[in-house]
């Protein structure tokens, strides 16, 4: 068997993962964050000053929100609890050394510390858990588009054939989420008196380069004859295709429908397009083909699943469209924003429930043809992760509230003193967002497409050059380790020099 038709088979009909377990692992990503965040109010409380170090801030982050899942995804996906246990004992530790040795609020009961905290004014046009939220997609995704060609990475966290729930299933759907998070629909004022049709002709501008990339992978990776899983999307479409089909639709959508209503649009699509496949003989074309043996003569045939997955990723998006009106609605306090995690921890296990119902009486999760347990899941599983970097932003404005003059890079920051005896220093906002440059997290965010573009090329060059599904642990981690560096590095360059690489 040629080196090709080795690595399709190796990513091919896998079954995935539970619900479970995923829903555990990504308990991680803010785990690391709030890890970070005390290291780094730590740092302040015993040295006076912030860590001002590009170097140190650069290999902190990247050793402390980068390389866990790098590990996670590898070593130790056998006892895959066993990090984020590790990681949160370490938050602990951290907050009550903190706690103890606090510069403010030292006399102060705990109770009026909560009252305080509760009543503390947060910067309103800044909601940090939304960029945290889509640059760990991206990290995620980086991650494992590579070491999915590794022996090392688990085969049930790899896409599914058919049915199920893999890690690198929620990735696509959540990329699709956080993308209409910040959508010009969610991101238009209400003050400001703009056109819809303007609004789609501004989108049918900014979806080119998703095009022209996507044209570029499928001529890239077919003069290559570079290994594909044709059950993915098919023989040429790709991901960069739905992304522009699905931006494109769903701004068409918007100008029929008002964007406060998305979410019965949404809803509509995802039943509407279980009823065609229910009814009609589409779940066994897109699975199977036209003759029921996998054909791929012509377009259609040849892009089913690209083509006809694409109802339950717009359904997906203009359910994320409502999530991201309701976000950025004006709240100052932090007990605003303890209603806000109430309400979506409701709305979860509403979800939840559903999935269950869905899996049990309709279909299984497909992300293959993208049906309704898979959009059910694919927000229920957005809104929890969501969830937990909500809680951790205000774990850190709460130790930050002990600390005075604190700063933690994309973290929300007071907008006035909290009523205590103590005053709280605070910095202009062009000042504090200076100071806080120094950081992955908005390095990546700042070139978001650049780096899931660089991510798909350095992954390419390495599955090129080197033997990957038969390399040893020792250097598989070197490898996973060299990618992710390289590519942080670059952003982490990039945004240093105040570059930022967007032309259209």
Known sequence: MS???????????????SVLEISI?????????????LLLI??????????????YHLLLDFTVLVAPFVIICTVLSPVFPL????????CVGLFYKIYNQRNCCIRTPLKQIVHDFLKTNLEPNYIPSITVFRVYINILTAINILAVDFPQYPRRYAKTENYGTGAMDFGVGAFIFGNALVCPEVRQKPSMVQSKFSCLAKQVLSVWPLVLLGLGR??????????EHFSEYGVHWNFFFTLAVVRLTASLVLTLFPANKSWI?????AVFYQLILDTTHLKMFVLYGSDGKDTRVGFLNANREGVFSLLGYLAIYMASVQVGLYLLKRRTLVKDWIEVICFFLLTTFI???FLYMSQVYIDPVSRRIANLSFCIWTVAQCLTFFIWFLVTDLILVFTKLLVNGSRVPCCWNFTQPPNTNTKHELEPTSIKRKGLSICIINAIDRNQLVFFLLAN????IVNMTLDTIHSNTPFTLFVLHLYMFTNCLFMYTLHAKNITLKWW
Not at 83 to 90: M, N, Q, R, W
Not at 265 to 269: D, K, P, R
């Open 3 to 17: 080196q090709k038709l080795l690595k399709e088979a190796f990513i091919s009909n896998l079954n995935g993962t």
């Open 25 to 37: 692992g990504l308990t991680l990503a803010p785990l690391c964050i709030a890890c970070r965040g």
């Open 42 to 55: 730590l740092y302040y409380l015993h040295n006076g000053t912030a860590l001002h170090s590009r170097k």
């Open 83 to 90: 990090l984020p246990i590790t990681v949160g004992a370490i």
């Open 218 to 227: 499928l001529i890239s990776v077919k003069s290559v004859e570079y290994h």
């Open 265 to 269: 649009v949404g809803m509509f699509l």
């Open 351 to 353: 979800l939840f429930l």
């Open 457 to 460: 090329v350095m992954t390419g």
